[in-house]
């Protein structure tokens, strides 16, 4: 039998895990984890599971809605740029920003940290953006799940996964039935390239040279290239909600993910209806310009990857567009007018003129 070098049984330490470190993280985490306490979450991690009280959080009524999503190889970046503290805002933002196109108010979040070899400070910087994300989105993080797992991951990699469940009263999910042609389409902005696309934006990085601690190529600002390519995933969550209750002008909403406007809008609309959009109108952001030169990327295949500077689609009634767009601006969003459903006819998007690209 294999014995240690101190002529007792191997541990577990000596396998590769190390339950002091584990428990080491858990003690740092807490009071991050205590700070997005809201009305419904108030119990400490570290029992076997999270609780939620959804008649205190002030719920009639409600029907649950859950999402669940990970970051994609954007956490590549974090990893080779050792820049940790933001990427589980992006963890929370994907999870939260598919709840609230429901309709849906987040109320609680749940992690799961994967990697090769737990270490307490990079392990506290994500959980500490964890929180962050769920405190921008008004959710209270309940618990988690840390693995450390050698020979699966390499010693620095590491994954994770969210989970989110929020609720919304009975009969105020979106989209709403009334959908119809004429309703106008408002584009908000995004905060950069969010949580999609990062294999190909990898690449393009490979491609041209640059180093990510080199000046980006697409600011003045002197950040570097892997800050700018790191910057987190916009959430959307309280401004629109602010603009569902106190509009009742907004009839759906699409979040721009992978796939971007020819994938994600069509999610939200009733069989016959196209959205038409003026993609001139689009305000590109320097980042996406700079991936479609320096890539080659065609416009065409720029919009079924990327955001390109829309992160979340609104569709609203037009007598109420001018309304919910002063809603979401004094929540600080960057409000577009992209264009208008219509009757279709062909493809479920159309998108008129050029990006600027």
Known sequence: ???????????????????????????????????????????????????????????TDPVLVAANDGVGTKLKIAI?????????????????????????????????FATGKLDPDQGEAIVKGIADGCRLAGCALIGGETAEMPGLYAEKDYDLAGFAVGAAERGALLPRPDIAAGDVLLGLASSGVHSNGYSLVRRIVELSGAAYDAPAPFEAGGRTLGAALIEPTRIYVKSLLAAIR???????????????????????????????????AI????????????GGVAPAEMARTFNCGIGMVVVVAAEAAETVAEVLTREGETVTRLGALVQRAGEAVILQGDLSL
């Open 1 to 59: 039998m294999a014995t240690s070098e101190s002529g007792n049984g191997l541990t577990y330490a000596e396998a590769g895990v190390d339950i002091d470190a584990g428990n080491e993280l858990v003690r740092r985490i807490k009071p991050h984890v205590r700070a997005t306490r809201r009305p419904g979450a108030d119990g400490e991690i570290g029992g076997f599971g999270g609780l939620f009280d959804l008649k205190a959080a002030g719920f």
């Open 80 to 112: 080779d740029t050792g820049l940790h503290d933001t990427i589980g805002i992006d963890l929370v933002a994907m999870c939260v920003n598919d709840l609230v196109v429901q309709g849906a108010e987040p109320l609680f979040f749940l992690d799961y």
């Open 246 to 280: 106190e509009t009742g002008g907004v009839k759906a909403l699409a979040h721009i993910t992978g796939g971007g406007f020819v994938e994600n809008i069509p999610r939200v609309l009733p069989d016959g209806l196209a959205a038409e959009i003026d993609a001139g």
């Open 283 to 294: 305000p590109v952001p320097p980042v996406f310009r700079w991936l479609a030169r320096t």
